[in-house]
C-alpha cells in the first residue's frame, strides 16, 4: 500500500433539500480520497460538507454576548457587515439567531500545509445561499486545523485591493519562507501577495500588499472528479495515517469479525454447583470488530438444550480436564420497526424499575399532521406508552392502541392556567429520587403580542405562551412508586422559574425542550430559548427553582444548524459530556449537532468557554438501510434490555413533496475507536449477517 494518498476540496452545485444537498450543505468544503484500487475519488461523509464557514455576530454584540459563538471566537469586527443593529438578546448577554449573527457559507475551498506541516484553507466567504457579501472584493476566508477532523476559524485574510480577490490559493515557498498567496481579480488578470506569517497576517488586519503576477501557476484541479455535482477545488497529498483518521471519522464503519472467547469449567465440581457453573456461561457475549479498529459486545442467544446437556454431564461428574464442549448460538439483534411510532415527535424512551419490576415508557409529542400545537382539532395530549420490552411500544407491536393521556387539553396547571396546547418535548427523568417529566404546554393567546401586533393565535393555543414545566410521580410513605400509568398519580404541573421566582426567558417568555445534566455532584437543567441552548444549575430536591443564572451555550452559528439549536440530551462517557442538540428548522433539513464538556473534573458548565462545538453535524439526512430518512433529529440517549446505547430521535414524515409531521426511530449507538458516537450505522453494518451465528468452546480443567 502507498505511504501517500490524494486528497480533493471541493464543494457541490445545490441540488435539492431532498438529498440533504441545499445551498446550505452545497456551498460548504467536502473532502474526497482517491482510491488505490479503482483510481476514482471516494467521497467522505457521504459526499456532505465537512468544513463550514462560520457566521459572523453583529458590530454592536457586546464581548459578554457573543461568548457561546465558538466557531467565531477568533473573529474581531467584520469590516464588511454594514449593519449596527442588535436585538434585546444582547443586554441579557446573549445572541439571537437569525438578528445578531449574520450566516455564511464559501466556495473554491483551496487546501494547504502550514510551515509545520499542519493544514489550512483559504477560500472565498460568501453569504448564506450562495450570493457575495462584500468580503471577495478585498479579502479571504483563513482556517486552520491538525487534522481536518475540526477547524479553528480565523477570520479573514485582507489585501491591498477592492478590485476583487477570486480563486484564492496559498503555497509556502521554503526556499523563502514565505507564503505566497494567488488569486485572480475581477479584471482576469492574476495577482499575487507574500507574508511571512499568514496567521500573523489575519490577525494584525492589515491589508497585504499585491502585485501583479502572470506567473501563477494554476493549482486547483481542472477536471471532472467523476463526483456527482462536485466543483473541484485542489488535490494534496496526505500520509497514510491522516488518511486512516480521515477514514474513521468520515467513512463507513462495519462489522469485521465477531467472536467469543474459550470458557473453562472446573471437572472437580459436581452437583447444583456444577450446573450453575455451565449455566453461568450462557450469560457470555460476543465481542465485534469492526473496519476502524473499534469493538461492541452482544448479548448471544445460546442454543439452551445444548447447554443443559453439558451441565446434566457436568452435575454428575463426566466432564474430565482436557475435554471441551461445543455450544452454539445466534448474536442477539434487535431491528426496530421504522418508523417506530409514526407522528410522535421529540421522542424519549425510558428504562425504568417500578418498585422491582423492569419497565420501559415511551412519550412525546404529538405531531398528527405537522400540527403539533393543537393536533387532533384540538384535542392536545401527552402520550405516554408503558411496556416490557421496547420493541412492544412501537406502533408495529400495538404501542399507540396502548397509550395513556397523561395530560390533555384544558388541564390546570399549578398557577390555575388552562394548558390548552403544544404539550412539547417531554422528557421522564429521575430527579432527586423521583421519576419526573418535563415539557413544555402552552396557553391560549392574548389579544395582542408582546410587541403589541395583533396576535393570530388569540384565544387559541399560542406556542410563544409556553414555557418549561415539571411534573412528578407520587410515591408512597415507604418511598415506593405509584403507577405511572395512572394521571390521577403525577403531580400538578409547575413552570420551571429563575432563582428569582421569574420566567426563564424575559426576551421572547417560551422555553421548551429541557433536559437534566448531572456532573461532579451538581445538577443542570438543558434548555432551549431564543434559538439556542442555554443551562443552569438547580437542587434536585427542588427542581422547579434554578440555582444559578442561566447562560447561553450553544448558537447556531453554520448554515447547516442555521436558525435554532433546540432539543439538547446529555450522556457521559470515558471521562467526556456528549451534549447532542438539533440544528436547522423543524423539517426535512434538521441535522443533529454535538458539543462536548470535560465530565468529573468539576468544571463549571454555564461557562461556554467549557463546551466544543463539533463544526459539521453527528447525524443528518441520507440514507439507512437503502431509505432515505430526511430532518433527523431532536434525540435521547438510553439503553435496550441488554443495557446497549440507543438513539431515539425522530424524522420528517416526507412523501412526494409532502411533509406530514414527524416519527419517532430507534437505532443503537455505536463508538468509533477514536470515542466518536456513530447515530446512523446500519444493521449489516452492525452486524455481518455472516457472522451472526457463533459458536463458544468450553474447556474442561481440573483449576478454577
Not at 23 to 47: C, F, K, V
Not at 218 to 230: F, K, T, V
Not at 433 to 443: D, K, Q
Not at 484 to 508: A, F, H, K, V, Y
Request: net charge negative; charged share 20%; with cysteine.
Amino acid at each position: 500500500m502507498s505511504a501517500n494518498y490524494s486528497l480533493l476540496c471541493y464543494t457541490r452545485e445545490a441540488t435539492g433539500r431532498e438529498e440533504a444537498n441545499n445551498e446550505d450543505i452545497a456551498y460548504s468544503m467536502h473532502l474526497a480520497l482517491r482510491s488505490h484500487i479503482t483510481g476514482q475519488w471516494e467521497p467522505l461523509n457521504e459526499n456532505y460538507g465537512i468544513f463550514f464557514a462560520a457566521g459572523m455576530p453583529v458590530s454592536c454584540a457586546t464581548a459578554k454576548s457573543r461568548r457561546a459563538c465558538s466557531a467565531a471566537s477568533n473573529f474581531g469586527v467584520d469590516l464588511f457587515d454594514e449593519s449596527c443593529s442588535a436585538s434585546d438578546a444582547v443586554a441579557h448577554g446573549a445572541v439571537m439567531p437569525g438578528l445578531d449573527i449574520t450566516l455564511k457559507s464559501l466556495r473554491n475551498p483551496f487546501l494547504f500545509r502550514l510551515k509545520d506541516g499542519s493544514f489550512a484553507i483559504a477560500a472565498t466567504r460568501i453569504a448564506r445561499g450562495g450570493g457575495p457579501d462584500g468580503s471577495e472584493r478585498s479579502a479571504f476566508l483563513l482556517a486552520v486545523s491538525r487534522d481536518l477532523t475540526s477547524f479553528i476559524q480565523l477570520g479573514l485574510v485582507t489585501l491591498h485591493t477592492r478590485k476583487g480577490v477570486n480563486r484564492p490559493s496559498v503555497t509556502f515557498d521554503a526556499v523563502t519562507a514565505r507564503y505566497v498567496i494567488s488569486f485572480t481579480g475581477d479584471d482576469g488578470r492574476s495577482y499575487s501577495a507574500v507574508t511571512e506569517d499568514i496567521i500573523a497576517a489575519v490577525r494584525s488586519g492589515e491589508p497585504l500588499d499585491i502585485m501583479e503576477d502572470v506567473q501563477v501557476t494554476e493549482s486547483r484541479s481542472p477536471y471532472d472528479c467523476g463526483i456527482p455535482n462536485a466543483v473541484p477545488g485542489n488535490v494534496i497529498s496526505i500520509t497514510e495515517t491522516e488518511a486512516k483518521r480521515l477514514i474513521a471519522r468520515f467513512g463507513r464503519v462495519y462489522n469485521v469479525a465477531a467472536t467469543v472467547a474459550p470458557q473453562k469449567i472446573n471437572a472437580r465440581t459436581r452437583g447444583e454447583d456444577a450446573r450453575s457453573a455451565v449455566m453461568a456461561l450462557t450469560r457470555t457475549r460476543a465481542e465485534l470488530a469492526y473496519s476502524d479498529g473499534s469493538t461492541a459486545t452482544r448479548v448471544v442467544d445460546w442454543n439452551q438444550e445444548q447447554f443443559e446437556s453439558i451441565a446434566e454431564e457436568a452435575s454428575k461428574g463426566r466432564l474430565h480436564a482436557g475435554e471441551s464442549r461445543t455450544v452454539e448460538g445466534r448474536i442477539r439483534q434487535a431491528v426496530y420497526p421504522v418508523p417506530f411510532a409514526v407522528e410522535r415527535a421529540d421522542p424519549s424512551i425510558f428504562a425504568w424499575n417500578f418498585n422491582g419490576r423492569p419497565m420501559f415508557m415511551f412519550i412525546a409529542t404529538d405531531d398528527t399532521d405537522g400540527n403539533c400545537i393543537d393536533p387532533n382539532n384540538g384535542a392536545t395530549h401527552m402520550p405516554l406508552r408503558v411496556a416490557d420490552s421496547i420493541e412492544e411500544l412501537s406502533d408495529a407491536e400495538g404501542g399507540r392502541d396502548r397509550e395513556i393521556d397523561l395530560l390533555k387539553c384544558g388541564d390546570l396547571n399549578s398557577e390555575g392556567r388552562e394548558m390548552t396546547g403544544c404539550f412539547w418535548a417531554p422528557e421522564l427523568h429521575v430527579i432527586g429520587g423521583r421519576l419526573s417529566i418535563l415539557f413544555m404546554p402552552c396557553f391560549d393567546g392574548e389579544a395582542t403580542n408582546l410587541d403589541g401586533a395583533p396576535n393570530n393565535r388569540a384565544d387559541k393555543p399560542d406556542m410563544w405562551t409556553g414555557s418549561c414545566h415539571i411534573m412528578q410521580l407520587r410515591q408512597h410513605s415507604d418511598g415506593t412508586d405509584f403507577d405511572p400509568r395512572e394521571p390521577e398519580n403525577w403531580t400538578i404541573p409547575q413552570p420551571i422559574l429563575n432563582s428569582d421566582g421569574g420566567m426563564l426567558n424575559p426576551i421572547q417568555r417560551i422555553s421548551l425542550d429541557m433536559t437534566v445534566v448531572v456532573d461532579s455532584g451538581r445538577w443542570y437543567y438543558a434548555w432551549q430559548q431564543v434559538g439556542s441552548i442555554w443551562i443552569a444549575s438547580f437542587d434536585p430536591a427542588n427542581p422547579a427553582r434554578l440555582t444559578s443564572t442561566p447562560a447561553q451555550i450553544i448558537v447556531p452559528e453554520f448554515a447547516w444548524d442555521n436558525m435554532i439549536a433546540e432539543g439538547p440530551n446529555a450522556f457521559i462517557r470515558d471521562g467526556k459530556i456528549y451534549l447532542i442538540y438539533s440544528g436547522s428548522l423543524v423539517g426535512i433539513d434538521y441535522t443533529t449537532g454535538l458539543v462536548t464538556a470535560p465530565a468529573g473534573q468539576g468544571v463549571d458548565l454555564t461557562d461556554p468557554a467549557n463546551w466544543t462545538k463539533l463544526d459539521y453535524p453527528l447525524q443528518k439526512s441520507g440514507l439507512y438501510n437503502g431509505q432515505w430518512q430526511l430532518g433527523t433529529g431532536h434525540g435521547m440517549w438510553s439503553h435496550d434490555e441488554d443495557g446497549n446505547l440507543i438513539y431515539v430521535f425522530h424524522s420528517a414524515e416526507y412523501e412526494n413533496g409532502r411533509y406530514g409531521g414527524r416519527d419517532a426511530q430507534v437505532r443503537r449507538v455505536h463508538w468509533s475507536v477514536e470515542g466518536m458516537p456513530i447515530l446512523d450505522m446500519q444493521t449489516a453494518e452492525e452486524l455481518n449477517p455472516d457472522y451472526a451465528c457463533i459458536t463458544m468452546q468450553i474447556n474442561v480443567s481440573n483449576a478454577d
